[in-house]
């Protein structure tokens, strides 16, 4: 077994954010010395690199595709134990050739292409290379700050369908992650916005887009899924600007090798444009032997600026289980309203219901009553007389009151069968009796309506109160299926604004080649869920703009 270096002192660092941390050396203050790429063939024996001076990046540069594997490596020290005289790495480059010889001395030549230009340690951490990471696939990008991606991929002569192996860099200490983030307010005219995007199924690599439709619905070759993702993404953020962006699930499709690289394309655009982001995981979002567990993918997540992800109480089942509130322009620390995200499970095996999902789990109801109850105590204490406070909840996979007999669509698209829990754990009437406006999901991609059950009345309520509504965001991702029975449609996100001067809430979705709103809906009017007449919705086929 390959040894670990463990230094005295040391802390644990995101290196590489590797798929197996543990194996990354533990450093106080690492300061890259050298690097190189190693390759394993199960028909050659080659010696291990001295594990005590190597330390080995756990992302194979194959992707896992060959039989052989390579790997790269990197020297490492601690800044407070090198000298003067000792060389670390002050640049990397990625070439055929040498780059123009520097007055810092020759350019050495390492295995990939890779070529290092190493000087004697100035004392100055920020002139050296303090970590490296491998990205993959030419669309691969790093919303980290003082992380720079190379353009050219490391040269290993893997299979061309592969995503090519790329390093990114970093100089220097990253600036540590601040202990508090700028609090979520509503604008100086009472209104927030929340664009959501569900379904974003984004690969190692450009992905393969198998049901586009052109703006008349005719349908388009096969092409590449995940740039078509990400325009989309920016084109939406860049006409609705909005406060929050949610990723309700299924970020990542199944079964990639880096999911890292994927995760980093899904929030780049937020990140590019300055707008805070949440997130709630799917049941694709870790499935697969190479796929980062949630928690690891929250730590990343967490890592990033702009970042209002939470992983939640250890004690409560599943990762992400966390709330925001909304409070009034500053200076006030008012809240207005609260925003509720819980971690929805996986598929489970069953020989009754196929597919089947694990339910909303009864540690995550508690805890959405308690919050919530707790809350509503707290503005009563604090003598906030006003008895509006708008709450919405997101999760990944819908709940089974999505497909209720009952349940009554006023806008919107119901295209397949909504695919959730067959066990109900009664999540909703939790809901309910919390006075939530709405639930946001994704997961059924040709799905896109908003749909009311009838209310039963609640305790303390003089009448019977409808809601709360249940929506779908609709698939973003063009890795995605965005197809059923048949036909064709165009991806989709949907679009949340709350007024806090009207007390309303209303929603709209974006949807390809559409140049304005489509579907909007008014949900809540003066503090109250509107009950609407039932639409005839069903049978719809595609948008044609």
Same mark, same amino acid.
């Not at 390579?70 to 020297?75: E, I, M």
């Not at 100055?124 to 990471?133: F, H, Y």
């Not at 790093?142 to 050219?152: N, V």
């Not at 069953?350 to 805890?367: G, K, L």
């Given at each position: 077994?390959?040894?670990?270096?463990?230094?005295?002192?040391?802390?644990?660092?995101?290196?590489?954010?590797?798929?197996?941390?543990?194996?990354?050396?533990?450093?106080?203050?690492?300061?890259?010395?050298?690097?190189?790429?190693?390759?394993?063939?199960?028909?050659?024996?080659?010696?291990?690199?001295?594990?005590?001076?190597?330390?080995?990046?756990?992302?194979?540069?194959?992707?896992?595709?060959?039989?052989?594997?390579?790997?790269?490596?990197?020297?490492?020290?601690?800044?407070?134990?090198?000298?003067?005289?000792?060389?670390?790495?002050?640049?990397?480059?990625?070439?055929?050739?040498?780059?123009?010889?520097?007055?810092?001395?020759?350019?050495?030549?390492?295995?990939?292409?890779?070529?290092?230009?190493?000087?004697?340690?100035?004392?100055?951490?920020?002139?050296?290379?303090?970590?490296?990471?491998?990205?993959?696939?030419?669309?691969?990008?790093?919303?980290?700050?003082?992380?720079?991606?190379?353009?050219?991929?490391?040269?290993?002569? *893997?299979?061309?369908?592969?995503?090519?192996?790329?390093?990114?860099?970093?100089?220097?200490?990253?600036?540590?992650?601040? !202990?508090?983030?700028?609090?979520?307010?509503?604008?100086? %005219?009472?209104?927030?916005?929340?664009?959501?995007?569900?379904?974003?199924? @984004?690969?190692?690599?450009?992905?393969?887009?198998?049901?586009?439709?052109?703006?008349?619905?005719?349908?388009?070759?096969?092409?590449?899924? %995940? &740039?078509?993702? /990400?325009?989309?993404?920016?084109?939406?953020?860049?006409?609705?600007? &909005?406060?929050?962006?949610?990723?309700?699930?299924?970020?990542? $499709?199944?079964?990639?090798?880096? *999911?890292?690289?994927?995760?980093?394309?899904?929030?780049?655009?937020?990140?590019?444009?300055?707008?805070?982001?949440?997130?709630?995981?799917?049941?694709? %979002?870790?499935?697969?032997?190479?796929?980062?567990?949630?928690?690891?993918?929250?730590?990343?997540?967490? =890592?990033?600026?702009? !970042?209002?992800?939470?992983?939640? &109480?250890?004690?409560?089942?599943?990762?992400? =289980?966390?709330?925001?509130?909304?409070?009034?322009?500053?200076?006030?620390?008012?809240?207005?309203?609260?925003?509720?995200?819980?971690?929805?499970?996986?598929?489970? &095996?069953?020989?009754?219901?196929?597919?089947?999902?694990? $339910?909303?789990?009864?540690?995550?109801?508690?805890?959405?009553?308690?919050?919530?109850?707790?809350?509503?105590?707290?503005?009563?204490?604090?003598? =906030?007389?006003?008895?509006?406070?708008?709450?919405?909840?997101?999760?990944?996979?819908?709940?089974?009151?999505?497909?209720?007999?009952?349940?009554?669509?006023?806008?919107?698209?119901?295209?397949?069968?909504?695919?959730?829990?067959?066990?109900?754990?009664?999540?909703?009437?939790?809901?309910?009796?919390?006075?939530?406006?709405?639930?946001?999901?994704?997961?059924?991609? /040709?799905?896109?309506?908003?749909?009311?059950?009838?209310?039963?009345?609640?305790?303390?309520?003089?009448?019977?109160?409808?809601?709360?509504?249940?929506?779908?965001?609709?698939?973003?991702?063009?890795?995605?299926?965005?197809?059923?029975?048949?036909?064709?449609?165009?991806?989709?996100?949907?679009?949340?604004?709350?007024?806090?001067?009207?007390?309303?809430?209303?929603?709209?979705?974006?949807?390809?080649?559409?140049?304005?709103?489509?579907?909007?809906?008014?949900?809540?009017?003066?503090? @109250?869920?509107?009950? $609407?007449?039932?639409?005839?919705?069903?049978?719809?086929?595609?948008?044609?703009?």
């Amino acid at each position: 077994m390959r040894r670990v270096l463990e230094l005295s002192g040391a802390v644990p660092r995101a290196t590489a954010s590797s798929s197996t941390p543990s194996t990354t050396a533990l450093l106080a203050h690492p300061v890259v010395t050298d690097v190189t790429i190693h390759i394993l063939s199960p028909t050659v024996s080659t010696c291990e690199l001295n594990p005590w001076i190597w330390h080995r990046i756990e992302k194979d540069l194959y992707l896992y595709t060959s039989q052989q594997s390579a790997w790269l490596y990197v020297a490492l020290a601690k800044e407070e134990e090198l000298a003067a005289e000792d060389l670390v790495v002050v640049d990397i480059r990625v070439a055929e050739s040498a780059p123009d010889p520097s007055s810092d001395g020759p350019w050495d030549s390492r295995p990939g292409g890779i070529w290092v230009l190493r000087s004697k340690f100035s004392g100055r951490l920020d002139q050296a290379v303090t970590e490296i990471d491998v990205l993959f696939g030419t669309d691969a990008v790093d919303p980290r700050p003082q992380w720079a991606l190379m353009q050219s991929p490391l040269q290993i002569n *893997s299979h061309p369908k592969v995503p090519v192996p790329r390093l990114s860099v970093l100089h220097g200490r990253a600036k540590p992650r601040p !202990n508090s983030r700028p609090a979520l307010r509503v604008r100086q %005219d009472g209104r927030f916005k929340i664009v959501q995007i569900s379904d974003t199924h @984004m690969v190692t690599g450009v992905g393969l887009c198998k049901d586009a439709i052109d703006a008349y619905g005719k349908n388009l070759p096969e092409s590449e899924a %995940d &740039p078509l993702t /990400v325009d989309f993404m920016g084109k939406t953020l860049d006409v609705e600007k &909005p406060d929050l962006v949610m990723l309700t699930g299924d970020q990542l $499709h199944h079964d990639i090798p880096d *999911s890292q690289t994927a995760l980093f394309k899904v929030v780049a655009p937020m990140i590019e444009r300055s707008i805070p982001f949440a997130a709630v995981f799917g049941n694709h %979002d870790s499935e697969g032997i190479h796929a980062l567990s949630r928690m690891k993918q929250m730590s990343i997540l967490q =890592n990033l600026p702009f !970042n209002f992800c939470e992983p939640g &109480p250890e004690y409560i089942d599943g990762i992400g =289980n966390f709330y925001l509130q909304i409070l009034a322009p500053a200076p006030s620390q008012r809240p207005l309203s609260s925003l509720y995200f819980l971690g929805s499970h996986g598929q489970i &095996p069953s020989e009754i219901h196929n597919p089947d999902y694990d $339910h909303i789990q009864q540690s995550q109801i508690d805890w959405f009553t308690d919050t919530s109850q707790a809350q509503r105590n707290a503005r009563e204490k604090e003598g =906030n007389s006003n008895p509006f406070y708008l709450s919405l909840a997101f999760q990944h996979i819908p709940l089974p009151e999505f497909s209720d007999r009952h349940l009554s669509i006023r806008n919107g698209h119901k295209r397949e069968p909504p695919e959730g829990p067959h066990f109900n754990s009664h999540f909703y009437d939790a809901l309910a009796r919390e006075g939530i406006s709405a639930l946001g999901c994704g997961h059924d991609h /040709v799905n896109d309506f908003c749909a009311l059950l009838p209310q039963t009345r609640q305790p303390g309520d003089r009448e019977v109160r409808p809601g709360p509504w249940l929506c779908y965001a609709g698939g973003s991702g063009f890795g995605g299926y965005c197809s059923y029975d048949g036909a064709r449609f165009h991806r989709r996100m949907r679009v949340w604004e709350l007024d806090t001067s009207t007390e309303s809430l209303k929603t709209w979705k974006r949807v390809e080649y559409a140049g304005d709103r489509v579907d909007e809906l008014a949900l809540v009017e003066r503090g @109250m869920v509107i009950n $609407h007449p039932a639409e005839p919705v069903e049978g719809r086929g595609c948008e044609v703009v």
